[in-house]
Each structure stands twice: as C-alpha cells, then as structure tokens.
C-alpha cells in the first residue's frame, strides 16, 4: 500500500522500519522539525527523519497542518492510509480525510484509559498493573477513534517508564504490520471505545518530579519508575559540596519503617510516610547513572541524614 508515515520520536522508529520492511511504499514522512541540540547546539534531525533520509524517503516537517497549502500538499501524495505514532502535531479534519482508508494511530495504552500525551509515563505512576498497545482509527476527537487491534502488557512491579516504552515500541511495530495487512485484506474491523473508565495522561509537569517522602513508598516507588529516565524523580541532599539535586532511576520497595525523608543505613533505604524505598540506581546533576554503590563512594551521607 502507498503510506505516510508522520511520527518523530525513537518510539516510532520500529514501526516504520517494520511498515518498509513489509514491503508498502512510503511516499512521505511526516515529523517535527529539527532543532539545536547537544553542547554545540547544532541542528538536529528527529530518530524517524534520520531513518527516512537513510532510505531516500521524501521527508515534510511543517509547523501546522492547518493551512490549505499544507493540507492540498498532503492529499496529494495519493496515500492509501497514513500511520501516525507520536506525531506530535494535531491532525485536522481535511488530513484525516485524505488517505482513502484513513489514518491509523499507534497508542500506547489500553484505551479509554490514559488518553492523551504520557500514557507510558501515567500508568507506571498510577500503579496499573497491565496496560497495552492499540491501533486505532483516528477521528477529530483526542484518541477517542474506534480500535481495530490491541496487545496487552504486564507492568512488572519495578519495571520503569523506559522498559515498558521499549516493550511498547517494538510490539507496537509488530502489531501496527500486522493491522494494515489485515486493511489491506479489507478483514480490519474497528470496535468503538467505551464509555466508562476514561482518563487522560497529561503531559508531564516538571514541577511532579520532585520526591516528596512524606507519601506512601508505594506512590513514592511509582513515580520513581514512571518518571525514569526523564524528566527523572529527584531529591536534594548535601553531598559534601552543598545542597545538590539527585535523579532516582530505580528503586524498590524494602520493609522499614523510619521518619520521612531520612536515610536509615548505609544502603540508601530512605523512609516515606509509610513504608520505605531502597535506590539502586542514581544520577548526579552533570554525571551519568549509576548505581547505589557507587554513588555512595562519591557522596557524604551516613545514616540519619534528612533528604529533601
């Protein structure tokens, strides 16, 4: 099938190497412009613009999809169906409208649960215990179109924001295939999404980051792991130089009991309002990861200290 393909994080990356893999044509990719990024802030490409430019693929990064002139762009390419995973910009009617057999989207969720732009992120901090990911039929609603396939996903009880994206990407892949083949076949069906259990993911606010010790360890331990690797759950503590900011990339949950925010022995088990955690795996602000160990050769802490 002709397909564009719009999306522009490394999430999407699988899917359109799975889509070219299988053989469709893709005659546009669609991402976000490239910016300044890294020390010498030079221009930078999205993870899906630099694998379309490494198979010749024309590649269009317009601001809005809202003009006429980007909309008469896009209908001319003549596509089959577009695929959208991660796009980042809002698809207006005349662009869903377009491809003869609509746009697909990849979600990260098990929707109606977790609409909206952190689904991977709102459900490790919720605590769900299974999510998944859908190909759904998009409408002008937000992630409110029908759903034609769908894989369920375990969250282990450490997994972290990371692990369940890289779960979620290449399934994800593998799932996206198998649903245009099946459009292609004209068997793909679409069931409409229920009415009960809606919730949205709202983009993540920086200002959640920061660890807050007095909450249960179990909501402590969720946002640890929802929030790893980015924007990272952190904390401040002199480690011998001052106060200084501290990201937590993994934790566990451990048996003790203490006033919270303190640290209760020389394993980084730190007290929360009920319960404790355990960190095993750190970043100091301008330093990479690394684990607790480690971490605790550099840093001035002994049992007792009070975290904030």
Known sequence: MRVIFMGTPDFAVPTLSEIIGQGHEVVAVYTRAPKPAGRGMAEMKTPVHQLADRFGIPVFTPKTLRAAEAQQAFASLGADVAVVVAYGLILPKEVLEAPALGCLNLHGSLL?????????????????????????????????????????????????????????????????????????????????????????????DKAEARIDWSRPAAEVHNLIRGLSPFPGAWFEADLGKGKERVKVLRAKRVAAVGTPGTLLDEALTIACGEGAVQLVEVQRAGSKAMVAADFLRGAKLGAGTILG
């Open 112 to 204: 109606p649960r977790w609409r909206g732009a952190a689904p991977i992120q709102r459900a490790i901090m919720a605590g769900d215990a299974e999510t998944g990911v859908m190909v759904m039929q998009m409408d002008e609603g937000l992630d409110t179109g029908p759903v034609g396939m769908v894989e369920k996903i375990a969250i282990s009880p450490d997994m972290t924001a990371q692990d369940l994206h890289d779960r979620m990407s290449g399934l994800g892949a593998d799932l996206m295939v198998r649903a245009l083949a099946a459009l292609e076949r004209g068997s793909l069906g679409f069931v409409a999404q229920a009415q009960d259990g809606v919730t949205y993911a709202a983009k993540i």
